[in-house]
């Protein structure tokens, strides 16, 4: 786990992450009540991505930190009684949810960049990621057993998935934030492109993405253009973001 975080790469698959985690009626009601994707697009992937680096490579006092910087978070995020769809942030069927697409996502754009994990690395990496849940409240033995369980578990779980008005304004603002510099405006048409071609299929028709051949194919290749030279970019440059949070989280 600690190898394959540090990796940049997987960045590109946060949105499709928090597109499959919101997709959840549970998350999705409650980021859409709690969040601000309009004004502040970054700041769900910048606590995941500190959330993570930290578990992964970080140090006992990092891991303490970011625990309290999340419990603190999550305390006001629950649903007003008799209001549906029930929700609370501390609810370990849903960090089940969440720490199970931010490893199957990892894995997935990993992957594509990098030759295929033997079995022996694929089964120490996905138990590792267990933590990513029993950091908080997940109890461990809610992590299905095996890479098998958890893929029996996962294609139940995206089968079930739903999207409603809000969880799709969500969406929206995730894709067209408005109050952020021209920079990150700048880079969103790309940022949609990577997550709704990253997304299973009937998950985008969830959300009502559109997605055609000639798009799969110009994916394709920018994905065989990713694999050939993100690789062999410096580990400088690659592992840049793990050692920027890691450094935002200790100034703190």
């Given at each position: 786990?600690?190898?394959?975080?540090?990796?940049?790469?997987?960045?590109?698959?946060?949105?499709?992450?928090?597109?499959?985690q919101?997709?959840?009626?549970?998350?999705?009601?409650?980021?859409?009540?709690?969040?601000?994707?309009?004004?502040?697009?970054?700041?769900?992937?910048?606590?995941?991505?500190?959330?993570v680096?930290?578990?992964a490579?970080?140090?006992?006092?990092?891991?303490?930190?970011?625990?309290?910087?999340?419990?603190?978070?999550?305390?006001?995020?629950?649903?007003?009684?008799?209001?549906?769809?029930?929700?609370?942030?501390?609810?370990p069927?849903?960090?089940?949810?969440v720490?199970?697409?931010?490893?199957?996502?990892?894995?997935?754009?990993?992957?594509?960049?990098?030759?295929?994990?033997?079995?022996?690395?694929?089964?120490?990496?996905?138990?590792e990621?267990?933590?990513?849940?029993?950091?908080?409240?997940?109890?461990?033995?809610?992590?299905?057993?095996?890479?098998s369980?958890?893929?029996?578990?996962?294609?139940?779980?995206?089968?079930?998935?739903?999207?409603?008005?809000?969880?799709?304004?969500?969406?929206?603002?995730?894709?067209s934030?408005?109050?952020?510099?021209?920079?990150?405006?700048?880079?969103?048409?790309?940022?949609?492109?990577?997550?709704?071609?990253?997304l299973?299929?009937?998950?985008?028709?969830?959300?009502?993405?559109h997605?055609?051949?000639?798009?799969d194919?110009?994916?394709?290749?920018?994905?065989?253009?990713?694999?050939?030279?993100?690789?062999?970019?410096?580990?400088?440059?690659?592992?840049?973001?793990?050692?920027?949070?890691l450094?935002?989280?200790?100034?703190?």
């Amino acid at each position: 786990m600690a190898d394959i975080s540090r990796e940049a790469i997987l960045l590109a698959a946060g949105g499709r992450a928090i597109l499959l985690q919101i997709a959840v009626p549970g998350i999705g009601h409650g980021v859409a009540r709690h969040s601000d994707f309009d004004h502040d697009p970054l700041r769900r992937l910048q606590g995941t991505l500190t959330y993570v680096y930290a578990l992964a490579t970080g140090t006992d006092s990092d891991v303490a930190a970011v625990r309290r910087f999340v419990n603190r978070a999550h305390g006001p995020v629950r649903s007003a009684p008799g209001a549906g769809p029930a929700y609370s942030a501390t609810d370990p069927e849903l960090q089940l949810w969440v720490a199970a697409t931010l490893y199957e996502s990892a894995i997935a754009m990993y992957e594509r960049v990098y030759p295929a994990l033997s079995d022996a690395d694929a089964d120490a990496i996905y138990a590792e990621y267990a933590i990513l849940g029993t950091a908080l409240q997940m109890p461990a033995e809610l992590w299905p057993a095996d890479r098998s369980a958890f893929r029996s578990y996962w294609d139940a779980r995206v089968d079930s998935l739903s999207v409603d008005e809000p969880v799709r304004r969500v969406q929206r603002e995730l894709f067209s934030p408005r109050a952020v510099p021209v920079w990150i405006r700048a880079l969103m048409p790309l940022v949609r492109f990577v997550t709704v071609g990253l997304l299973p299929a009937s998950v985008r028709a969830l959300y009502g993405l559109h997605w055609t051949p000639r798009q799969d194919r110009r994916f394709a290749r920018l994905l065989r253009l990713t694999a050939a030279i993100y690789p062999r970019l410096p580990r400088a440059i690659r592992h840049a973001p793990q050692r920027h949070y890691l450094r935002r989280l200790r100034s703190h």
